[in-house]
């Protein structure tokens, strides 16, 4: 077994992965329906394993994968999001993939931790999304806020997924594939008409910016993909840095107020778990920790229903 740090040819990363068996292994994630983050995550936890054992990952044995995550817990001390990504990884290749029946595959189980993510108050959402330099990164903020979206969801948006007469969006390119309809505000329907005319692109909401992509000459832009990932997470970096709140703050961290938003505001759980497209509602119901509305209301018909003692007339 070998995971020296040597940089001869077989020690680079991937070395030992061939192409076939990613290219493999790539398609069975979209078979699955599994989303960008996601897929791109096993496939480095599969091309780490790989890289462990100094094999192919279809040559790996049980006790490479045994060692491997002895590694990755004792040695390199991974955090637990990480750790997971990595089973889950490993765990879809050799379940689907390279199918082996091994007794550590069914034996790796990780301690369910449950951490509660950042929520901003709507005046900090506010704050941070008017501290943006740039109108475009303005306008995307507040779509990810005001629908509740992902970050890739919402650099995807699409023209012809803006239903502005019903007040919907439909949101088909979704985390593990599934569609569902979101709530259209007016403010930001508006704020997406007036920033598409900065750019006019047939088909993308949020084309890509830079030298590579300048308008035409009739002002349509000509880029074929989305702006990046880097752009709207650099510019969210920059802006939390100046600002200070404290928190760990990111783009999730938008929709994860959204959802925190819309309960103190009186929406109910299963609509919540509707719009944000969660599969549980028990991923849904982490929410209840950020607000006391839910408690309170509970409280106020607990009094209601117990004002009065039996028989006492009091």
């Known amino acids: 077994m070998s995971n020296s740090s040597s940089k001869s040819p077989q020690n680079v990363p991937g070395a030992h992965f061939p192409e076939s068996l990613r290219l493999r292994l790539s398609e069975d994630l979209h078979l699955t329906g599994k989303a960008k983050r996601t897929h791109d995550g096993y496939i480095r936890a599969v091309r780490q394993l790989s890289d462990f054992a100094g094999c192919s990952p279809d040559q790996v044995t049980e006790q490479h994968v045994r060692q491997f995550f002895l590694h990755l817990k004792n040695d390199r001390n991974f955090a637990y999001g990480s750790l997971r990504v990595a089973f889950s990884g490993i765990k879809f290749f050799f379940t689907h993939t390279c199918k082996r029946d091994w007794e550590i595959i069914k034996m790796l189980k990780l301690q369910n931790i449950t951490t509660l993510p950042e929520v901003l108050t709507i005046g900090q959402v506010h704050e941070l999304i008017g501290s943006a330099t740039t109108r475009r990164m303005f306008v995307y903020f507040w779509t990810v806020y005001s629908l509740g979206l992902r970050l890739n969801e919402a650099l995807h948006l699409q023209v012809s997924d803006i239903d502005a007469e019903r007040g919907w969006v439909h949101v088909h390119r979704g985390k593990g594939a599934k569609d569902r309809y979101v709530p259209l505000p007016t403010t930001t329907v508006r704020l997406l008409r007036n920033y598409w005319t900065s750019h ?7 084309p890509a910016d830079g030298r590579n992509h300048r308008l035409a000459k009739d002002g349509i832009s000509q880029a074929t993909t989305p702006m990046s990932e880097t752009a709207v997470q650099g510019a969210m970096k920059l802006i939390t840095k100046k600002l200070r709140f404290g928190k760990k703050v990111s783009i999730h961290t938008l929709r994860h107020s959204y959802a925190t938003h819309l309960l103190e505001a009186g929406v109910g759980l299963k609509v919540i778990q509707k719009y944000l497209g969660h599969s549980s509602l ?15 209301n509970a409280r106020e018909q607990i009094e209601k229903l117990f004002d009065r003692l039996p028989g006492s007339g009091e």
Do not use: K
């Open 200 to 206: 006019r692109h047939p088909r993308l909401l949020f």
């Open 282 to 296: 028990q991923t849904t119901m982490v929410y209840l920790h950020f607000t006391d509305t839910a408690e309170a």
